[in-house]
């Protein structure tokens, strides 16, 4: 399975990381590298939670991740 997640850059340094397709997984690291390792870590955990309670493991084709493009008035 491969699930696509998100990695930010932390105010306090470092990054984290969540990944949409499981609400509530989220994980963190001092690299990109070491983010997206611990994420996998998250991604592993969080599914055999959710098999372990009998809850169905969902899949990125249950979700849609689109862009919307919006115009601000500059602020004066």
């Known amino acids: 399975m491969e699930y696509m997640i998100f990695v930010h850059r932390a105010e306090e340094g470092g990054f984290w ?29 969080h599914i055999l939670a959710l098999k372990d309670e009998g809850e169905k493991i969902p899949t990125e ?12 008035a500059a602020v004066v």
Request: charged share 30%; aromatic share 4%.
């Open 61 to 72: 084709e249950e979700f849609v991740i689109g862009r919307v493009k919006v115009e601000v």
């Open 17 to 45: 990381a969540e990944v949409p397709a499981l609400p509530g997984c989220y994980s963190q690291g001092e690299t990109i590298e070491e983010t997206m390792e611990n994420a996998k870590e998250a991604i592993e955990t």
